[in-house]
């Protein structure tokens, strides 16, 4: 037996319609935050780790035009309108999890975090650095954030330091979610 739902305006669809367009509303709220996101990532890392210009970067030339459509048009979706508007990002975002883009959404809104992860690539003088600070502080807080720190920057060792230069945006992509 089909589960049916009435809509606003009479009609009946299943149960199985209604999620599938409930998850195309999940997912476009999430390119909301993703999109932008990957873009500004791509203009802090790209120049020291693409070897593309930004502006034969087809990757990213999709991803701006999704994003360019997305905003374009914020506030005027439909559950009825949001699939095709999310079919293109669908498949290229599939082999990804949703915890890692989240994650790098959130590295991409602490933008002198990425700079300065960049500029400390030797792990040498990263140490060196802990060994100077970790005496000078003994505040919960302190100890916390330097531990946050080096685990980010133990997470992000192969694609900053070890995987470079990548070809262009996909790559560099291909390289940190599915390693």
């Not at 476009?28 to 930004?54: E, F, M, N, V």
């Amino acid at each position: 037996m089909r589960t049916l739902f009435s809509t606003t305006t009479g009609h009946f669809e299943s149960l199985r319609e209604a999620l599938a367009r409930l998850k195309d509303y999940d997912l476009l709220r999430k390119l909301g935050r993703w999109l932008p996101a990957l873009l500004t990532l791509h203009d802090l890392l790209g120049p020291s780790l693409c070897t593309t210009s930004p502006d034969l970067d087809s990757f990213r030339a999709t991803l701006t035009a999704h994003h360019d459509t997305i905003a374009g048009s914020a506030g005027t979706y439909t559950l009825e309108s949001i699939p095709s508007v999310v079919e293109g990002m669908r498949s290229v975002f599939v082999s990804y999890s949703d915890a890692t883009l989240d994650f790098l959404a959130t590295l991409a809104d602490c933008p002198a975090l990425v700079k300065w992860l960049l500029a400390h690539g030797d792990q040498q003088e990263f140490n060196q650095m802990l060994t100077v600070v970790r005496p000078c502080t003994d505040e919960p807080r302190m100890l916390s954030a330097i531990a946050s720190l080096v685990f980010v920057r133990t997470l992000l060792i192969d694609p900053l330091y070890n995987g470079p230069p990548y070809q262009d945006l996909t790559v560099k992509l291909r390289f940190i979610f599915l390693k």
